[in-house]
């Protein structure tokens, strides 16, 4: 069965310090893809990265980059250089070949100042 | 990237009643999809809303819960039914962009009484 697996329910980082969020996923299908999405307390998922399985690169945006290790099947999330506003919940997810997306249960992160 | 409208953004509502919930996209997609996400949760599916056929409904949720239409291209609504204290979620809508990559609507926070 697909499933998506976030260790890490939270998270700090110093404010300027890079953190990693794990993902780990578990598929059988030989297409799919990776997103990260961010939730702040509003509720609304920003859209973060995306990772296709046949990418041979690394997603990066901006200060998000996916580090994904395909045998390994993990994509975690790295993101440099941390502010306070990226105080959130991130979202790891899975997309089906249907377009469905299947999320991990996610990780709090708290920068401190 | 698209851009997504929800109304209401948030409701509080009496068990027993029924609240739809509109999303709107700013260019034609194919593909709009329904999840909820219940406090303190991940999201999960409810159900693909296909234009021009009826939407297709994730194990756990039935069109008699929660009707979808989808009328055109741009357009979806959601409604929950019969409501009860459970139904207290935020409900978000997706759509998929050309590129396989998902962006959500803002969300509706919904509290039943």
């Known amino acids: 069965a697909q499933k998506i697996t976030q260790t890490q329910p939270g998270m700090f980082v110093q404010e300027k310090e890079a953190v990693t969020l794990d993902c780990t996923y578990d598929t059988s299908d030989q297409s799919y893809g990776l997103f990260w999405y961010k939730q702040p307390s509003s509720g609304e998922m920003i859209f973060l990265i995306y990772?296709?399985?046949?990418?041979?690169q690394n997603a990066t945006e901006g200060r998000y980059s996916l580090n994904f290790q395909k045998a390994r099947k993990s994509a975690n999330l790295v993101i440099s250089a941390s502010q306070l506003g990226d105080s959130a919940m991130y979202f790891c997810?899975?997309?089906?070949?249907?377009?469905?997306?299947?999320f991990g249960q996610g990780t709090t992160l708290q920068v401190k100042p | 990237s698209a851009v997504i409208s929800q109304k209401p953004s948030r409701d509080i509502c009496q068990r027993g009643t029924s609240l739809t919930i509109q999303c709107q996209v700013d260019s034609q997609v194919t593909m709009m999809f329904w999840y909820r996400q219940q406090p303190g949760q991940s999201l999960t599916l409810i159900a693909t809303?296909?234009?021009?056929?009826?939407?297709?409904?994730e194990s756990g949720f039935v069109i008699d819960k929660f009707p979808i239409s989808r009328p055109n291209l741009t357009f979806s609504t959601l409604t929950v039914s019969n409501m009860s204290p459970e139904d207290s979620s935020i409900y978000l809508c997706s759509v998929e962009s050309s590129t396989d990559t998902q962006y959500f609507g803002p969300g509706t926070r919904l509290t039943v009484l």
């Open positions: 990772q296709g399985s046949y990418d041979e």
């Open positions: 809303a296909n234009q021009g056929s009826e939407a297709t409904y």
């Open positions: 997810a899975m997309r089906e070949l249907t377009g469905k997306l299947i």
